[in-house]
Nanobody, 125 residues
Framework: QVQLVESGGGLVQAGGSLRLSCTAS????????MGWLRQAPGKEREFVAG????????VYADSVKGRFAISRDNAKNTAYLQMNSLKPEDTAVYYC??????????????????WGQGTQVTVSS
């Protein structure tokens, strides 16, 4: 069993930055690829970024490419999402998720084994 806890969300002005963290319990963090997903009110869940177990492979949604950066520190059991040049349309609840698959680029819950509880990111204009 893996428990994921996100942190780092908050309120920021457009153009600002935030860094989200996702800390996992247990000693098997490096066995999972990690993903960040988001869901805005009234909208479907959206894939944001994914990183493979070793961090060698990374994928981004087109909407965040060049502005967001995903990373991980397996020694700290933590994945990160650095978000720069934030826009009001980035406002959403952000979730991290873990998957035994090599790498997932999908918002489908069935592709992931574990989910965090989510952290709110609000970008004001």
């Amino acid at each position: 069993q893996v428990q994921l806890v996100e942190s780092g969300g908050g309120l920021v002005q457009a153009g600002g930055s935030l860094r989200l963290s996702c800390t996992a319990s247990g000693r098997t963090f490096s066995s999972y690829a990690m993903g960040w997903l988001r869901q805005a009110p009234g909208k479907e869940r959206e894939f944001v970024a994914g990183i493979s177990r070793s961090g060698e492979y990374i994928v981004y949604a087109d909407s965040v490419k060049g502005r967001f950066a995903i990373s991980r520190d397996n020694a700290k059991n933590t994945a990160y999402l650095q978000m720069n040049s934030l826009k009001p349309e980035d406002t959403a609840v952000y979730y991290c998720a873990a998957t035994r698959l090599l790498l997932v680029q999908s918002p489908d819950r069935n592709e992931y084994d574990y989910w965090g509880q989510g952290t709110q990111v609000t970008v004001s204009s």
